[in-house]
């Protein structure tokens, strides 16, 4: 495994302390294989989310002068999403670096878009508490720069919303969303969900996680409804 200070390196983060990178690169998995216990990325995931949301928010507010609240609401929750995050994980490698317990392969890491998401939260955390609110709002908005640039001018109304705002348009009244199965893993996980209108099936859909199966079904509907 690559060395952290690399990695660092590579992000241009001069740390004070290389131990809390390591801790931000740990899934807790691997308390398991070390014999300890709450050495791993969950308490950083929770201080990294909070400081991610406010950077976002901030950027997106000071960039966006006449975007009302409504956009900038969603435009954030784009930015912060799992799937998002996963993929910022992805473009940093991130992977190459997570020390992870003998029950998770290797190979799924990289597949876990839950993993990702914890490990990038936790490594902005861990930014954040070695080096202090600039250099963490410097590593996320160099991160974020190209979606704030190219997201800002097209349609972010997610696909749940859409379909509700029709049937609720043609029919005054709401879809619901049904788990059909969940398969896999704790750490890769699919899920499947049918949405449905009057207890109707309108489309079935699948993803990592609940919600994204939700929003796969209702994406799903709409193609349906366009044909």
Do not use: W
């Not at 997106?60 to 435009?75: C, V």
């Not at 609110?133 to 749940?160: E, P, Q, R």
């Not at 893993?185 to 009057?198: C, E, G, Y």
């Amino acid at each position: 495994m690559p060395e952290i200070k690399e990695l660092l390196s590579k992000l241009n983060i001069k740390p004070h302390e290389i131990n809390i990178y390591e801790l931000a690169l740990t899934h807790p998995s691997y308390n398991a294989d070390a014999n300890t216990v709450h050495c791993d990325y969950e308490r950083l995931e929770y201080m990294g989310d909070a400081v991610l949301d406010f950077v976002t928010a901030d950027l997106i507010f000071k960039r966006n002068p006449h975007m009302d609240e409504g956009k900038m609401s969603k435009l954030r929750s784009y930015l912060v999403k799992s799937q998002t995050l996963a993929d910022y994980a992805r473009k940093l490698n991130l992977s190459d670096y997570i020390r992870a317990g003998h029950s998770i392969p290797s190979d799924q890491v990289n597949k876990s878009n839950k993993i990702l998401e914890n490990v990038f939260e936790a490594l902005v955390g861990a930014i954040y508490l070695d080096c202090g609110m600039k250099t963490a709002y410097s590593f996320i908005l160099k991160t974020l720069s190209a979606d704030l640039k190219t997201l800002t001018n097209i349609d972010l109304t997610d696909a749940k919303t859409m379909l509700q705002e029709q049937m609720q348009a043609e029919h005054r009244d709401s879809v619901h969303y049904e788990l059909v199965s969940q398969k896999g893993p704790a750490h890769d996980r699919t899920f499947m969900v049918n949405v449905l209108f009057n207890e109707i099936v309108l489309a079935t859909g699948k993803g990592k996680s609940k919600k994204a199966a939700e929003e796969d079904a209702a994406r799903n509907a709409l193609e349906k409804r366009s044909v």
